[in-house]
């Protein structure tokens, strides 16, 4: 069954015979004489018509080929002796011998209307008939399938039953099975107010108490519908509804019929039947497979349409992949034991299959009910999807936080690198620099911020290296600083090598030095004492236009 046709479905049965009517006997058309010729089977109608024997059925001729013939009003019962001749019948045309008879036109039977009747005993599955060789392959067919179920339904008149009393609703994800009250008043409309009610007012999710509400909405309108005159004061049915969500399965239970679960393999009856039996074997006076047997098996304790009080059963179970709901009237799981019904849930591959399966058991025991069964598969849970969902979920909440923290990590890098401060080379002379002496992608990641007139070739080799490499500062006024002492150094060990030289130059020559003269000149290649050789050194401008 297709999504299309998940609408209500009332189950009934239609058996009507069909009888053919015998034309009236007529004379063979090689009988006819040509015109002009003595007939020799011409009656004849000076002679009475002899008396048929007594008690004895008048023969129908059943001649091989037919002729349109007004029909003869049967000669009424005279007196003996008396009989008047029959009228002439007029021969309208003379029928191709060779053309084929009509069974209305004759008395015989038309053998492919009656194989065509026998091969429909009045199922009332809205859906075509699957062929056994469909049923050996893979290649069946399903009567509904979606996103998250496949399931099969079929109702079947029985064995026994003249009519069927069963409806059923197959309106995935919602599913319900309804038996008429056998031997009660228009079971059949019953059932199908009730199908139709709780297909109206069921809830839009696995909601059990308003699935229940949804069967005693149905009991009302039942109820409300034989005071008005639909169908029969007494009318009644039970009724076993479904809802299936995600891993959540809501039931609403009334009467007898029932509702199993194939869950890995073992199959769980999961209602409780309201009937005089169960209550029997619920105190221990029987047990279950003579319940099945009980002369009073088919009393029920509540149904709907007898009790305006009358309340639902209602539950909800977890349910998972690869189970299987099985719903069904109590002409299956009264004909067909637990251990059996297993056997064939377990067996079969489809939904359909076992439906068929399962509705051929109970017609094989003896069908003394109608029979009616609905299967659903679920073929996906939510679990995949919703696993599936989360880590989808999860990924795109990873890569926001990663491209977030991705960004802050930038923003919080530049604002640190912008505020670092290192000493380091131009142009051979030491200078103050933002950021740090790296590049990144070919971008340089420091701006120069003040140059100075400090020569790199006045400082100690390994400081020059240093330099070079960027000796980090806390902040602009310790490189400031930093700059300063370098400038103390040079001047500290420029002067220590004029002494030095006139220490050396004394000794040379014995005598103290003339007033004006430098004793470095030579070491210092003529520099005058008055100026230090970092002074020497040509002042040079900033970034910003001041003096270092």
């Not at 080379?425 to 070919?442: C, E, H």
């Given at each position: 069954?297709t ?6 479905r ?9 009888h ?8 063979p058309?090689?009988a ?12 004849d ?6 008396m ?6 008048p ?19 005279a007196?003996p ?10 021969i ?6 060779t ?12 053998l ?14 809205d ?26 339904a ?18 995935s ?5 309804c ?16 199908v ?28 409300e519908a ?15 509804a ?8 809501a039931?609403?239970?009334v009467?007898?019929s ?7 393999g073992?199959l ?17 006076e ?24 009358m ?18 009237s ?43 069964v609905?299967?659903?598969d ?11 969902r ?5 990924l ?9 923290a991705l ?6 890098s530049f ?9 380091g ?18 971008l340089?990641?420091n ?37 300063e ?13 004029i002494?030095d030289?006139?220490?050396i130059?004394q000794?040379?020559?014995g005598s103290?030095?003339?007033?004006g ?27 910003e236009?001041?003096?270092a």
């Open positions: 069954m999504p299309e046709q998940d609408d209500l009332t189950t009934g049965y239609e058996s009507q015979a069909q053919a009517r015998p034309a009236a006997p007529v004379a058309a090689s006819i004489p040509a015109s002009g010729a003595p007939d020799p089977w011409a009656p109608y000076d002679k009475p018509a002899p048929p024997p007594a008690h004895t059925a023969a129908h001729a059943a001649p091989p080929i037919s002729v349109e013939a007004a029909p003869a009003p049967a000669p009424a019962h007196a002796g008396s009989f008047e001749p029959e009228p002439e019948i007029p309208q045309s003379i029928p191709d011998p053309a084929p008879v009509s069974p209305e036109d004759t008395a015989e039977i038309d492919q209307a009656v194989e065509a009747k026998l091969n429909d005993p009045g199922s009332t599955m859906f075509e008939p699957i062929t056994d060789d469909l049923i050996d392959t893979d290649a069946t067919f399903d009567a509904g399938t979606s996103s998250m179920l496949m399931w099969g079929r109702s079947d008149v029985g064995c026994v039953r003249s009519h069927n009393e069963d409806s059923y609703l197959a309106a994800p919602l599913f319900c099975v038996d008429g009250m056998g031997g009660h008043a228009a079971g059949e409309v019953a059932s199908a107010i009730a139709e009610t709780i297909a109206k007012t069921a809830p839009k999710s696995a909601d059990a108490a308003q699935l229940a509400a949804s069967i005693e909405a149905a009991n009302a309108a039942i109820i034989a005071v008005n005159g639909v169908g029969r004061p007494g009318m009644g049915c039970t009724a076993t479904a809802y299936i969500e995600g891993t959540t399965l039931i609403a239970h009467g007898d029932r509702a199993y679960l194939l869950h890995e073992t769980i009856r999961v209602t409780r039947d309201h009937s005089y039996v169960e209550e029997l074997v619920d105190a221990g029987i047990t279950a497979d003579e319940a099945r047997t009980h002369p009073n098996r088919s009393v029920i304790t509540r149904a709907l349409g007898s009790d305006p009080a309340y639902a059963d209602h539950f909800t179970l977890n349910v998972e992949e690869g189970d299987r709901l099985i719903l069904c109590d002409g299956m799981s009264g004909m067909v034991p637990d251990g059996e019904i297993e056997r064939i849930a377990q067996q079969s591959s489809t939904a359909q299959i076992c439906t068929d399966n399962l509705v051929d058991a109970a017609l094989a025991a003896g069908g003394g009910d109608n029979v009616t609905v299967v659903v679920i073929t996906d849970d939510g679990r995949v999807r919703e696993v599936a989360k880590h989808k979920r999860t795109f909440f990873a890569i926001v936080g990663l491209l977030i960004i802050v990590a930038t923003v919080a604002i640190s690198i912008r505020k670092s401060v290192y000493l080379v131009k142009d051979d002379a030491v200078a103050i620099y933002t950021g740090i002496p790296d590049s990144l992608l070919g340089k990641l701006w120069l911020e003040d140059e100075t007139s400090i020569q790199l070739k006045y400082l100690p080799e390994d400081t020059q290296n240093r330099l070079r490499e960027g000796i980090p500062q806390k902040n602009l006024k310790d490189a400031q600083d930093a700059v002492n370098y400038r103390a150094q040079i001047d500290e060990t420029q002067t220590k090598l002494e030289a006139r220490a130059q000794d040379r020559t103290t030095e003339a007033p003269t430098n004793p470095a000149d030579a070491l210092a290649g003529g520099t005058p004492p008055s100026e230090s050789p970092a002074d020497a050194i040509s002042p040079s401008t900033t970034t236009g001041g003096a």
